[in-house]
């Protein structure tokens, strides 16, 4: 059983950035594709970025250039570093775990707000 456990949300202010963190137990963060999504109020969950242990990563278009997501295995976690936040990026960002893309076992985290406004 993996167990995520998601930190480092807040409020900014716009141009502002953040690094959001997924501690990872039950299993070594690069045996995983771990990924970042997102979910604003009334709005679809979306996949934010993703990367396939600990390597390949895939980044939204509409965040390209200005989040970057990385993972530590001597700390066992994946970060999502922010910058240049805009208001857009006001979500509820949650941490994921699977083996493969076609893998029917998903494991998510609690989830952290991040709230960006002036």
């Known amino acids: 059983q993996v167990h995520l456990v998601e930190s480092g949300g807040g409020l900014v202010q716009p141009g502002g950035s953040l690094r959001l963190s997924c501690a990872v137990s039950?299993?070594?963060?690069?045996?995983?594709?771990m990924a970042w999504y997102r979910q604003a109020p009334g709005k679809v969950r979306e996949l934010v970025a993703d990367?396939?242990?600990?390597?390949?990563?895939n980044i939204r278009d509409s965040v390209k250039g200005r989040f970057t997501i990385s993972t530590d295995s001597a700390t066992n976690t994946v970060s999502l570093h922010m910058d240049r936040l805009q208001p857009e990026d006001t979500a509820v960002y949650l941490c994921?775990?699977?083996?493969?893309?076609?893998?029917?076992?998903?494991?998510w985290g609690q989830g952290t707000q991040v709230t960006v406004s002036s």
């Open positions: 994921n775990a699977k083996k493969s893309y076609l893998s029917a076992n998903n494991y």
């Open positions: 990367i396939i242990n600990g390597g390949h990563s």
């Open positions: 039950g299993s070594a963060v690069n045996d995983y594709i």
